[in-house]
């Protein structure tokens, strides 16, 4: 008889995110019993007839009472209100861990609240997912092969931080322990920045009215691609702009400045400055295919 | 014994483009002869082991003077020194065409001159392309179900625009008429403002020092996804930024705007105004899809 890593874990959040690593665990034989638990019922009862959990808590301070681990894959604006009612209900020594994009407001929420409450917090970000949303979308390979980054602090428990190290990479993941304030200038840059344009792309494209027609009707792959991501969760990507307000903000300054450069050449019609700009860009882009970028 | 639709065409630029419309009209066998010609002799001689064009061109003052149709598939500030010595060997009557990006500069260069050398011009633009360049990269199907643009003018000859109307639907386009300056508007705004911005993500994101590593290596694929453009040929790229000035300054603008919007909604932390910039964006993007957008 296989001992599991973890008993019984409770995942709060039965998305995309939460969802498949319900699904990764148990493909992994890693965990005896999955509870989900979704503020969304419909989306609840969704992830219990597709599998992606064992059960749904009937309350989530039930199910998380006796749990091992509690995984919060909630919008992080929802994250403290979340944790406050799980910590209360908690078992002491037990693991409770996240998946937001955004560490530095999180950690600082969560951690002293844990502290306090006997529990051990782990605070983690897989860095995959798709633009789409709910348990449907869920699946149990999201993880594999992808970054998982940790953001362990000095009064992290490392039994517990390895327990969620090895729980992610029985999800598929390679595990990165990073700087709080690092990961967020990192993920601002390569994620959150790129869903702001995307966002503020389609929204100038689809505003242009010289003509009666949706000019979006014209787009091709190239552009259905590019703005992919502008179709995923506007509560989600309206709390993580809220919560890496200063590294966005940064970035979106730095990214206005070469906008502006590339503007400024085509509007003085300089050739060989633009070549050199596309050029540069393309060798940096190709470089990411050549490395082999875990995606 | 079935006749064709054209007896030699002559591709000049065997690239994706070029190449890709070779291979489709070969496939619908619409064509007796394709005889490619290229400024990279390497290219042109991939063009012909890989059976993309039945021939190479010794010269192409040869090539074209008994053609039917020639198809200029070559950068758009390209187009003109390629017309000029192209016309001046072709036949009276015989169609010139081309695949450029930008319609107006190139139409009023090259029309004039067809109209003085006793060639019928039909601009074109086909919808479609990857990020990839080279002989290497056509394939035949990259026209299938996409939109091809043809850009007519009052002086066009009907029979010539017909002619090349049914070539671009024998390559499996959907085939659209449309102004001239609509068509670089449109083009600016779903096509060349995207790609710019796409540059400029690329060399922002690159150019960030804070930290030692790459952090392009902490990308997932959905940077990968948005990024994909920015691998596109830097001389095409040089060129249509060069020759559709006017429309493109004007779409960075209103992109500007729209980004601006947003950042000033981070700034001040203002959720509603977020969340309802992200919800429009992603009716916007998921209409696309369910319209079933060519691509």
Same mark, same amino acid.
């Given at each position: 008889?296989?001992?599991?890593?973890?008993?019984?874990?409770?995942?709060?959040?039965?998305?995309?995110?939460?969802?498949?690593?319900?699904?990764?665990?148990?493909?992994?034989?890693?965990?005896?019993?999955?509870?989900?638990?979704?503020? $969304?019922?419909?989306?609840?009862?969704?992830?219990?007839?597709?599998?992606?959990?064992?059960?749904?808590?009937?309350?989530?301070?039930?199910?998380?009472?006796?749990? $091992?681990?509690?995984?919060?894959?909630?919008?992080?604006?929802? =994250?403290?209100?979340?944790?406050?009612?799980?910590?209360?209900?908690?078992?002491?020594?037990?693991?409770?861990?996240?998946?937001?994009?955004?560490?530095?407001?999180?950690?600082?929420?969560?951690?002293?609240?844990?502290?306090?409450? &006997?529990?051990?917090?782990?605070?983690?970000?897989?860095?995959?997912?798709?633009?789409? @949303?709910?348990?449907? +979308?869920?699946?149990?390979?999201?993880?594999?092969?992808?970054?998982?980054?940790?953001?362990?602090?000095?009064? @992290?428990? /490392?039994?517990?931080?390895?327990?969620?190290?090895? =729980?992610?990479?029985?999800?598929?993941?390679?595990?990165?322990?990073?700087?709080?304030?690092?990961? #967020?200038?990192?993920?601002?840059?390569?994620?959150?920045?790129?869903?702001?344009?995307?966002?503020?792309?389609?929204?100038?494209?689809? @505003?242009?009215?010289?003509?009666?027609?949706?000019?979006?009707?014209?787009?091709?792959?190239?552009?259905?691609?590019?703005?992919?991501?502008?179709?995923?969760?506007?509560?989600?990507?309206?709390?993580?702009?809220?919560?890496?307000?200063? +590294?966005?903000?940064?970035?979106?300054?730095?990214?206005?400045?070469?906008?502006?450069?590339?503007?400024?050449? /085509?509007?003085?019609?300089? &050739?060989?400055?633009?070549?050199?700009?596309?050029?540069?860009?393309?060798?940096?882009? #190709?470089?990411?295919?050549?490395?082999?970028?875990? @995606?």
């Amino acid at each position: 008889m296989t001992a599991y890593l973890i008993d019984k874990i409770v995942i709060i959040g039965v998305g995309l995110i939460g969802g498949s690593l319900a699904l990764a665990l148990k493909q992994a034989a890693s965990v005896r019993t999955v509870v989900g638990w979704d503020t $969304d019922r419909e989306n609840l009862e969704l992830a219990v007839q597709l599998g992606v959990v064992d059960i749904a808590a009937d309350s989530v301070e039930q199910a998380v009472a006796d749990a $091992d681990v509690v995984v919060l894959a909630v919008p992080v604006r929802s =994250m403290l209100a979340v944790a406050q009612n799980v910590i209360a209900h908690m078992k002491c020594g037990a693991v409770l861990s996240d998946t937001g994009s955004v560490k530095q407001t999180v950690v600082s929420e969560l951690e002293p609240l844990a502290q306090a409450g &006997g529990v051990n917090f782990i605070a983690g970000h897989p860095i995959s997912g798709t633009e789409r @949303s709910g348990a449907g +979308s869920a699946f149990a390979e999201l993880y594999r092969g992808k970054r998982c980054i940790l953001t362990p602090t000095i009064n @992290s428990n /490392i039994e517990a931080l390895t327990l969620i190290e090895t =729980m992610w990479q029985a999800a598929g993941s390679e595990v990165v322990r990073m700087d709080i304030v690092k990961h #967020d200038r990192i993920l601002a840059a390569i994620s959150h920045l790129p869903h702001m344009i995307a966002y503020s792309l389609v929204n100038s494209v689809s @505003s242009y009215d010289r003509y009666e027609e949706n000019i979006l009707d014209f787009s091709a792959g190239g552009f259905r691609d590019f703005t992919r991501i502008a179709s995923s969760d506007p509560v989600m990507w309206r709390d993580i702009a809220l919560n890496n307000r200063e +590294s966005l903000l940064e970035m979106i300054t730095q990214f206005e400045q070469f906008l502006a450069e590339l503007k400024q050449d /085509i509007d003085s019609g300089d &050739g060989e400055k633009l070549f050199e700009f596309f050029y540069r860009s393309k060798i940096s882009r #190709d470089a990411l295919l050549a490395q082999g970028v875990k @995606s």
